[in-house]
């Protein structure tokens, strides 16, 4: 007995040996802007694999915007250098769709039937769809909003208590912190880089990039001069030099500028540059239309781009666990971003309590009934059509052209990239 025992016990290690402990899937996943997701993935990533040892998370090198994101995607797609699952900008979910490059996730949305219940309600849902097609599934989210030094604020005569309401209001506060002197600036607003934050202008006054068909530009009607009249008005009264970004947030975090506009997925990293070099504040950001203005909503959706059926059941996984509850359990106190998920912006488990303990974090959650999706033009030139609208604003910003010449040229050049109809 006691050699058949041998031998039995010396074919199962032999067979231990041979055979893997389980199957390995391998995923590998891009992402955007590493300076506000690395710590963010890392986190969700490594959980992820200690609760599904059969899977592993690879990254590809990130991108570092939202536009290189998009361009690298579909310079890869069909290639053996496409990741399987991606991140992507809200507003280049369209172009994806329009490629075919995305996995549909209606399918697999269907077949779990019980979406809801993990946090992702109707709403959520379709922050991620195109044409009620489920291209992703909303990751982070965010909206813009008033930073502010409160130092500066009470220096110059107002009351950090009770930030400005009115765009008029910040403009003359802004003038009078510029009036300080020793190197101080009024505002930072942050218009470059692509179309969004000319969206909270412009999405703020109640209007709309495109007409309803989409075959003609809108954003140069009377909202949209509204919203570039207040961009010249923040630089010839309010203090806003021509910044770039860096130079903005360090400006910015250093205590030399008073106001600063621009996401709420900024909030983690500007907490970390100010220190306690003052006293910082964050606040709703103004509308120029209180009544039918809105914000559109920033951010990513997680998208699947394998085609493999093994490695499409893994992603949808990770893709649930990144845009679920723990994940955005993660983003928000990680970054900034607003929950997109209602299990997680509601549960004790999660984020129930966080916002009582955080008050700089409540401006973004304020502003959540405002949102509405970034827009995404039609077509293939939709990064060039964001650059035209960029380039053209930094006309009004360093004073090379009046407001409404510069919204009348950025209204030319892209209603000539708009695809026919």
Do not use: C
């Amino acid at each position: 007995m006691k050699h058949f025992s041998r031998i039995f016990a010396a074919a199962a290690v032999s067979l231990a040996a041979a055979l893997p402990a389980y199957a390995e899937t391998t995923l590998t996943v891009h992402y955007p802007m590493p300076g506000f997701f690395k710590n963010v993935m890392d986190t969700i990533s490594k959980k992820f694999m200690e609760e599904n040892p059969d899977i592993k998370i690879q990254f590809a090198s990130p991108s570092a915007t939202y536009e290189e994101g998009i361009q690298t995607i579909l310079r890869q797609a069909g290639t053996d250098e496409m990741p399987d699952i991606t991140f992507i900008g809200l507003n280049r979910l369209r172009m994806l769709n329009e490629r075919d490059v995305a996995v549909d996730l209606g399918p697999l949305v269907k077949k779990e039937g019980n979406m809801a219940e993990l946090g992702f309600s109707e709403t959520i849902l379709k922050l991620a769809q195109v044409n009620g097609k489920q291209v992703g599934l909303a990751f982070a989210t965010s909206n813009p909003i008033m930073y502010y030094n409160a130092d500066l604020v009470k220096a110059a005569g107002g009351d950090p208590d009770n930030p400005p309401k009115t765009w008029d209001e910040v403009i003359a506060l802004g003038g009078k912190i510029k009036a300080l002197g020793n190197g101080v600036d009024g505002i930072d607003f942050r218009w470059q880089g692509d179309d969004w934050m000319f969206s909270a202008l412009l999405f703020g006054a109640g209007g709309k990039m495109l007409n309803e068909d989409e075959s003609k530009v809108a954003f140069n009607g009377p909202e949209g001069e509204k919203a570039v009249e207040i961009l010249e008005r923040m630089v010839k009264e309010g203090g806003m030099p021509v910044f770039t970004k860096p130079a903005g947030e360090q400006a910015f975090a250093a205590g030399k500028v008073g106001f600063e506009f621009q996401t709420t997925g900024a909030l983690v990293n500007t907490i970390k540059n100010v220190g306690d070099k003052f006293t910082l504040r964050t606040a709703k950001i103004p509308l120029i239309d209180p009544v039918n203005g809105h914000l559109p909503t920033g951010g990513n959706a997680v998208v699947i781009l394998t085609k493999d059926a093994a490695k499409q059941e893994a992603a949808w996984k990770f893709a649930k666990f990144a845009a679920g509850p723990y994940g955005a359990s993660v983003v928000v106190p990680g970054t900034g971003y607003v929950p997109n998920n209602e299990l997680a912006a509601k549960s004790p488990d999660y984020l129930g309590d966080f916002y009582k303990k955080n008050p700089l974090f409540q401006a973004g959650l304020s502003q959540m009934p405002l949102m509405v999706p970034w827009y995404a033009f039609p077509g293939t030139n939709g990064v060039k059509v964001t650059q035209t609208i960029v380039d053209n604003l930094s006309r009004i910003v360093d004073q090379s052209a009046s407001p409404k010449d510069a919204l009348n040229d950025a209204a030319n050049d892209v209603e000539g990239m708009l695809p026919t109809q």
